[in-house]
């Protein structure tokens, strides 16, 4: 499994699926991969002005298609929002419960439980997620510094 979809491996997937590659999915793509885990209203802020017309509707359905395709992982809290992951290997999202980032975090444990899982399931899972709940430095900065209380986020 590749870590990150070139542009041409991208364009690849979409066609021997069917799909065009048109210049929104291109930029919708060129935009999660140049942002850390972004939501579909990130992505629409980062593009509206190079397309007007998209509508929020619509990176929400191309983002559910990429999911679909395998090139992206979707990340669903629990308040209701999306978050979306370029990294398609066997990771753990490190997430801070005050600010919300997500950063990826690989080990050589996490490929080995990867493998396990394979062997004990008899086949190779189709999507995966594990994630781990650590508040970040910048948080932890802060709320040391006395400038922000915990406030843990719901998600």
Not at 23 to 39: A, C, G, M, N, Y
Not at 128 to 133: A, E, G, L, M, P
Request: with cysteine; charged share 30%; hydrophobic share 35%.
């Amino acid at each position: 499994m590749l870590k990150f979809f070139s542009e041409d491996e991208f364009i690849q997937i979409l066609r021997k699926h069917g799909y065009k590659a048109t210049p929104q999915r291109l930029t919708i793509f060129e935009v999660l991969k140049s942002k850390d885990h972004p939501s579909a209203e990130e992505i629409y802020e980062a593009i509206k002005k190079r397309f007007p017309s998209i509508s929020l509707t619509t990176i929400y359905q191309t983002l559910h298609l990429f999911s679909e395709l395998g090139i992206i992982n979707e990340l669903g809290f629990s308040d209701n929002r999306s978050r979306f992951d370029t990294n398609t290997n066997p990771h753990i999202n490190v997430i801070c419960p005050v600010c919300g980032k997500i950063s990826d975090l690989e080990d050589e444990l996490v490929v080995e439980l990867w493998d396990s899982l394979e062997k004990k399931l008899g086949k190779k899972p189709i999507k995966h997620r594990f994630d781990v709940y650590a508040i970040c430095d910048t948080c932890e900065n802060k709320i040391q510094a006395g400038r922000v209380r915990i406030e843990v986020k719901n998600i």
